[in-house]
């Protein structure tokens, strides 16, 4: 991983040269939760401009990183970053709180985050993801493998966003996945059995021949409705006597 990633970032540096400005790692890699056959490598790189030719520059390096199995680099201006904060306040969050720099100008450790947007853009994508699990699983028509692949590819971005669910409820951030759904169930009361069983065999820690799959989803399925509407009614309270 650290010979692909210095390598990626050589490659950045020789075709930005001086537009340049950072190269940051972020995600599972950065906080220690990466797993090779799961996670990608996710990198940020922070330019002076980017218009089509700072773009074009940049293409050749976003193909090969992306034939090497990973998402091309996220990329911003400074003054997006800014800008963009509050938009982004979970993905910035997260990567100021969790991310490595690997190269260049140490930019996040300054950049502020409005926590009010970041606990409304929890609060949302929650309740996206609990529609959109729901739109799936209809369409999966039934199928346990298709309901199967719909659990392990979201379980991920729940575990993550019950992770800043701790945190907009005044909670330390958490890094380790399990330890994060295990916090936010012993505070708001849920089965975080579901997010164990999937990230276990996402570990290899156990078979998916032993897991009683329509079990697995209807406990899954329950635990996020229970945090969609527990954070839904904490923060509703939470802004009472800022509106009164």
């Known amino acids: 991983m650290e010979k692909l990633l210095n390598e990626l970032v050589e490659r950045l540096k020789q075709a930005a040269g001086p537009n ?38 940049l293409a050749p390096v976003a193909s090969w990183w992306q034939k090497k199995g990973h998402p091309g680099p996220m990329v911003f201006t400074r003054e997006e970053l800014v800008r963009c904060s509050d938009m982004f306040a979970i993905e910035l969050l997260d990567i100021k709180m ?23 853009q929890v609060e949302r994508e929650i309740a996206q993801g609990l529609v959109k699990l729901r739109q799936h699983y209809l369409s999966a028509g039934g199928s346990g493998r298709a309901v199967r692949q719909l659990m392990l590819a ?34 708001i009361g849920f089965d975080p059995g579901a997010f164990h069983t999937l990230l ?45």
């Open 20 to 57: 340049l400005l950072s190269v940051v790692l972020y995600g599972s890699a950065a906080s220690k939760q990466f797993h090779p056959r799961h996670s990608d490598l996710n990198v940020l790189a922070v330019m002076s401009s980017l218009g089509a030719s700072a773009l074009d520059t």
């Open 200 to 244: 276990d065999l996402r570990a290899g820690r156990r078979g998916a021949g032993e897991i009683d799959w329509a079990a697995t989803f209807a406990a899954y399925l329950a635990a996020i409705e229970h945090v969609a509407g527990e954070i839904d009614r904490r923060f509703a309270e939470a802004v009472k006597p800022a509106q009164a």
């Open 98 to 120: 969790t991310g490595r720099l690997l190269w260049g100008e140490e930019i996040f450790a300054s950049l502020e985050v409005p926590m009010q947007l970041h606990r409304i």
């Open 154 to 187: 979201s379980v991920s971005t729940f575990a993550a966003l019950f992770r800043h669910a701790l945190l907009a409820l005044g909670e330390p951030l958490i890094q380790d996945r399990l330890s994060g759904i295990d916090r936010l169930a012993a505070l």
